[in-house]
């Protein structure tokens, strides 16, 4: 069984940085594409941000330049550093794992296991 546990959310003034993190165990780390989604208060969960098995990456315009999705395979951690924070970015963030190993999309849909969420929240 596939966990995934979320961490490093909190509140943060506009323009500030934090660094998430989700450590997962269940099946081999290296071997699955992994990604982070964010839902707001009344709107539907976004794709943010995501990597490949292999490091290729993938960022929603709206983070591009501002946040950097890496991963250790030997930590079995996916990370999300985030930059020049912003009131938009306020969310609940989610880490996710691909349904397939050796596939990489960055389609919601792809994605089968999921965290419990961090809480981010900005101030302006």
């Known amino acids: 069984q596939v966990q995934l546990v979320e961490s490093g959310g909190g509140l943060v003034q506009a323009g500030g940085s934090l660094r998430l993190s989700c450590a997962a165990t269940?099946?081999?780390?290296?071997?699955?594409?992994m990604g982070w989604f964010r839902q707001a208060p009344r709107k539907e969960r976004e794709f943010v941000a995501t990597i490949s098995w292999s490091g290729r990456t993938n960022y929603a315009d709206s983070v591009k330049g501002r946040f950097t999705i890496s991963r250790d395979n030997a930590e079995n951690t996916v990370y999300l550093q985030m930059h020049s924070l912003k009131p938009d970015d306020t969310a609940v963030y989610y880490c996710?794992?691909?349904?397939?190993?050796?596939?990489?999309?960055?389609?919601?849909?792809?994605?089968?296991?999921w965290g419990q969420g961090t809480q981010v929240t900005v101030s302006s």
């Open positions: 269940g099946r081999t780390f290296s071997s699955y594409a």
């Open positions: 996710a794992q691909q349904k397939r190993p050796y596939y990489y999309t960055s389609a919601l849909y792809d994605y089968d296991y």
